[in-house]
């Protein structure tokens, strides 16, 4: 079994910050890519930022804000957030691509349970 556990969101002002974490644990072969995304009500969710063993990417929308890094010790991928506005609003959800022990090399997707950020203007 393979679980991801975020945390850090709440409510926050408008040019606030917060950090998002997310800790892979289980039987765990390798990760190759972590991310994150998010959905706001009455809308679909859409990648907010990825992260692979030496990239990054951003949705163009939180360039210059966000920063996604992970600690590969610690199978956790954070998601720094600074500067935030009323629009990044929504349910944050972890994703990443797992190989599990004793099955194939082959990573699997995997989802938390996301964690509500919420920005008042």
């Known amino acids: 079994q393979v679980q991801l556990v975020e945390s850090g969101g709440g409510l926050v002002q408008s040019g606030g910050s917060l950090r998002l974490s997310c800790a892979a644990s289980g039987s765990i072969r390798s990760i190759n890519v972590m991310a994150w995304y998010r959905q706001a009500p009455g809308k679909e969710r859409e990648l907010v930022a990825v992260?692979?063993?030496?990239?990054?990417n951003y949705a163009d929308s939180v360039k210059g804000r966000f920063t996604i890094s992970r600690d590969n010790a610690k199978n956790t991928v954070y998601l720094q957030m600074n500067n935030l506005k009323p629009e990044d609003t929504g349910v944050y959800y972890c994703?990443?691509?797992?190989?599990?022990?004793?099955?194939?090399?082959?990573?699997?997707?995997?989802w938390g349970q996301g964690t509500q950020v919420t920005v008042s203007s």
């Open positions: 992260v692979t063993s030496g990239t990054t």
């Open positions: 994703n990443a691509a797992i190989a599990r022990w004793g099955f194939s090399t082959n990573p699997s997707n995997y």
